[in-house]
């Protein structure tokens, strides 16, 4: 809905997309489903689901066998996005590199983003 023909809305990288496809098989579900809410000590957090259907509203990224949903609501602030999976001694976990993003609390979980005029001027221009 709001992204470049000819450019996906996100990209994954291939860690990200072993460890989407891992779990869409493990658990029989057609893919994984991001989008945004309001919470968070920075104003806003992202949200991640694996879901048995795809919303048609849903913008659908697929790559090397990942399917990605973005929901419709989020779009506008996941474009541009790389999602990638990070694990380290104490954690494993999916990571957000987004362009959209103004600020970030300490901890990582929660965002702050770019204007909304600022954003689909941005993206009208790329």
């Known amino acids: 809905m709001f992204g470049i023909p000819g450019k996906q809305a ?3 990288t ?13 658990d029989a579900k057609q893919g994984l489903r991001i989008g945004i809410k309001k919470g968070g000590c ?6 991640m689901e694996y879901v048995d259907e795809i919303d048609p509203m849903d ?4 790559q090397d066998g990942a ?3 973005i ?14 999976y990070e694990v380290s001694l ?4 999916f990571k957000f590199r987004n362009p959209n993003v103004e600020d970030a609390c300490g901890c ?3 965002i702050k983003f770019k204007d909304v005029d600022a954003l689909a001027a941005e993206q009208k221009q790329g």
């Not at 920075?42 to 949200?47: Q, S, V």
């Not at 913008?59 to 697929?62: G, L, M, N």
């Not at 929901?71 to 990638?84: N, Y």
């Open 14 to 26: 291939p860690k990200a997309s072993a460890q989407i496809v891992k779990l869409m098989t493990k």
């Open 90 to 93: 104490l954690e494993a976990s």
């Open 108 to 110: 990582g979980e929660s």
């Open 67 to 69: 399917r990605v949903m």
């Open 42 to 47: 920075a104003g806003m957090e992202y949200t």
């Open 71 to 84: 929901a419709p609501m989020a779009q506008m602030f996941l474009f541009g996005t790389e999602i990638d």
């Open 10 to 12: 996100v990209t994954i």
């Open 59 to 62: 913008e659908v990224v697929e």
